[in-house]
C-alpha cells in the first residue's frame, strides 16, 4: 500500500519560502510512478501545481506558479519536494501529494488530473500574509 506524508506547510509572509515534502513509502521510485503536487483554497476546485515522473526525474509544472514553484525528488529518501518561492497570498490552500503507478500521468507534456490519481497524502498547509 501506498502511503504519502506530506510536511513542510506553515504560515509565511508574502515574497517568502517554503519547502514540501512528500515522504513516500510502499513504492519504490525506480519503478516509475507519477508524483504530483495538488492545491486547493478553501470555497475553490482543486488544482494541479507540478508533477514529477520518479523514474527520470522530469518534472512539469503549471504556469500559474511556473518560475516560483520547483519540484525535485531524493531517490534513497523516498521523497519529492515543492519548493515554493516568491510566495503570494494567493497561494494560501492546503497542499496535497498524490502519486500513480502509471507513470504517463507525468510525461511528455502530460499532467494527469487529480481525480485520476491512486493514493494521496493528507495535505499540508499553506498561508501567505500579505
Known amino acids: 500500500e501506498v502511503r504519502l506524508v506530506e510536511s513542510g506547510g506553515g504560515l509565511v509572509q508574502a515574497g517568502g519560502s517554503l519547502r514540501l515534502s512528500c515522504a513516500a513509502s510502499g513504492l519504490t521510485f525506480y519503478d516509475e510512478y507519477a508524483i504530483a503536487w495538488f492545491r486547493q483554497a478553501p470555497g475553490k476546485e482543486r488544482e494541479g501545481v507540478g508533477c514529477?515522473?520518479?523514474?527520470?526525474?522530469?518534472?512539469i509544472i503549471v504556469d500559474s506558479v511556473k518560475g516560483r514553484f520547483t519540484i525535485s525528488s531524493d531517490i534513497a529518501k523516498s521523497t519529492v519536494y515543492l519548493q515554493m518561492n516568491s510566495l503570494k497570498p494567493e497561494d494560501t490552500a492546503t497542499y496535497y501529494c498524490a502519486a500513480d503507478k502509471r507513470w504517463g500521468f507525468c510525461s511528455g507534456g502530460y499532467y494527469a488530473p487529480g481525480s485520476d490519481f491512486d493514493s494521496w497524502g493528507q495535505g499540508t498547509q499553506v498561508t501567505v500574509s500579505s
Open positions: 514529477i515522473h520518479s523514474g527520470n526525474r522530469d518534472t
